[in-house]
């Protein structure tokens, strides 16, 4: 169970595309004023991600003013914008000074059907067409099917390969729909990268609560490049999170992780696009949930105490947060207890220690409990005497 | 890209065991009363899962008495209980009604050095003479290691042979600290399916975002059974969501899903549990979430409106909630403006609707809109005569 160390040294090349500015705002909750955007486009800057993508110029007015204005914040971060696959929109993403283009259609047969009506044939021969015309400008550009995982994968092929030969730099594996699992995203992107010298990039969506593995599984397959959002926010219930995604990137290769994200800053970014956005950060939420360190069992307290790393494969210190113990429950156990009295500066042997365990588990049997109860029937049993005394 | 269809046999055959009466309880914001575990078990049992996993009665007279009761409830779905892997709590356990024992032991070497101080040796010992004395009982039991994936495979496959031997019906995969990803679950399960003959139980957290796909991922290597909570309340941040499970395995096979589980009680089981910890069902949760069904861009909404499988993988009907299409937004097209216009009963050409079209974008690029803010719009437009007047 030692991971694969080529899987551990590619997260140093792995490249992050956070569209919290264009996938984000698809987010039914989220509208983004200019403003909001470069704070959300600097906060991502410095936290470390490699591109940032924005909505197509030719969505709005004002679409189009915040791309050519957040092009110009001269941010280390490249910025992207995400339009059809169409010249019209080819060459206002141009004009906008974006640094690349992300052009995107649907490639399923129920998109094709219901969408734009087109065949294979005719998405070629445009894709061909605008992948020139963007590439013409010196312009990074990406083509990616939309529903990837409902197309036919022989239609997939030959459309990368002839996006590649027009020169696209990336092409795009896209769960559009959130109906992938990890092993099909890892069987249909090794068979990519199989066919492909150019980057590969994965886009998918939660619907079924797998967007970060199956992004992590398109890595693993030999993916170079991965779509984030801030907390997911995105159509429907969103894509993956960016913070998930870090973390589980983390668990396979810490120090690399902490050479290039700064991971403490995680928690304010998404506390700030949370607001935007009109959510609360999930109770759930890997790494900055409100009780992602908080551990309760009493033999999981035994454990952390003596040593984090048994129930702890990220280390609360790296993200800039603390763990907890909650010791006021039914479920706490001595040595959980035990640490809170010494918390206190209140001595208590082993057995003292079990007889205030159980007058713990006993009141929180009656009623929910806190700290504070806790802490009231520590001392009372100290002042009794019916452990020993308080030292220092 | 379409689904093995052993692997779509296999979701009729697959064993639930929810643990929001166990796991669930270890979350930081959960106490639950008599009443509503017996409310949650209820609740359960008319969804459908097979099994209802409980706090261990050693835990607290408390946890003792309501699993005696909940035992004798007659659900149809079997009572459970999980308990160190110790004869003292065997014995507790055998004597509260429960009709399954579900033993756990710490494998890894974190877990023998700082936790129990055994090594697998004595575990195995310990585990041998616990398990027949389960058994001997004639009650189901189950021997699962604790943090399976930072233990040596070696260990854990003699661990599973000598439980099964000595009579064990089921052995647990565990990712107790969330560090495992969907392809190591499959490697780790499918050697566990190729060792013993009994059943496999797989338990994840989701410390990394994956837990849901990690469950997944045990299933399709051959686990038997798959531990949940309602919204995956439990340690930390928690472990698989019972409902994007259940969502997961819909996409493989709807029907066999339909058919076991009653969809259209999920929100309602959701909803109850969320107040009863405390916490509000995340904005990106899978299927009962705010937006799980709302469709926002442009292109989505056009193809959404001709056939909703385009961009829904999961029939909303099915789980008695409904689509949206927002339409107040900068990123809307005419064809959702048109719909919405029909919606009104205000009839409105291609050329009419683009129109409209542009001054919604404009008016959502000034400020945050509102479908009312559009209604008015469309009402505006007809009476002035801007575009063909409302038709019946």
Redesign the interface.
């Known amino acids: 169970?030692i991971p694969n160390p080529l899987v551990r040294a590619r997260v140093d090349s792995l490249r992050l595309i956070d569209t919290t500015l264009r996938e984000g705002?698809?987010?039914?909750?989220a509208?983004f004023a200019f403003e909001d955007k470069v704070e959300i486009a600097r906060h991502l800057d410095a936290f470390g991600v490699d591109y940032i993508e924005l909505?197509s110029p030719v969505?709005?007015?004002?679409?189009r003013r915040d791309l050519e204005r957040i092009a110009a914040l001269g941010l280390r971060a490249k910025v992207l914008t995400h339009v059809?696959c169409r010249a019209d929109d080819a060459r206002a993403a141009i004009e906008s000074g974006a640094q690349g283009v992300d052009l995107v259609i649907?490639t399923?047969s129920?998109?094709r059907?219901?969408?734009h009506g087109k065949d294979i044939e005719q998405i070629l021969a445009e894709a061909v067409e605008v992948i020139q015309l963007v590439a013409s400008h010196g312009l990074e550009v990406r083509f990616s099917g939309e529903?990837s995982?409902?197309?036919e994968?022989a239609d997939l092929l030959w459309l990368y390969r002839a996006a590649e030969v027009a020169g696209a730099h990336r092409v795009g594996v896209a769960d559009?729909?959130?109906?992938a699992?990890?092993?099909?995203v890892?069987d249909?992107v090794r068979t990519v990268r199989g066919t492909v010298r150019c980057d590969i990039e994965f886009h998918g969506h939660?619907?079924?609560?797998?967007?970060?593995?199956?992004a992590?599984?398109a890595f693993?397959a030999g993916a170079t490049h991965v779509d984030t959002s801030v907390?997911?926010?995105g159509?429907?219930?969103?894509i993956t999170?960016l913070g998930?995604?870090v973390?589980?990137l983390?668990?396979v290769d810490s120090e690399a992780v902490r050479g290039r994200y700064d991971l403490a800053s995680l928690r304010e970014l998404e506390r700030y696009v949370a607001r935007l956005?009109g959510?609360?950060v999930?109770?759930?939420?890997?790494v900055t949930?409100?009780?992602?360190?908080?551990?309760?069992?009493?033999?999981?307290a035994?454990?952390m105490l003596?040593?984090p790393?048994?129930?702890?494969?990220?280390d609360p210190g790296h993200f800039g947060l603390e763990r907890s113990i909650?010791v006021a429950?039914?479920?706490t156990g001595w040595n959980a207890v035990r640490h809170r009295a010494g918390q206190l500066a209140i001595a208590l042997d082993e057995q003292g220690a079990r007889e205030l365990t159980l007058r713990i588990?006993?009141l929180?049997?009656v009623r929910?409990i806190s700290e504070d109860d806790v802490d009231a029937l520590l001392r009372d049993a100290t002042a009794s005497g019916a452990v020993p005394e308080a030292v220092r």
């Open positions: 169970m705002e698809q987010f039914a909750g509208c909505t969505s709005s007015s004002q679409s059809r649907g399923s129920l998109l059907r219901f969408s529903d995982f409902r197309s994968l559009t729909v959130g109906v699992d990890p092993l099909t890892f249909v939660n619907d079924t609560g797998c967007a970060v593995a199956n992590f599984a693993q907390l997911g926010i159509e429907r219930n969103g999170s998930a995604f973390a589980r983390y668990v956005a959510v609360e999930p109770f759930n939420n890997p949930g409100p009780c992602a360190f908080t551990h309760r069992a009493g033999i999981h035994k454990a003596a040593e790393s048994t129930y702890e494969v990220l909650d429950h039914r479920l588990k006993a929180a049997d929910a």
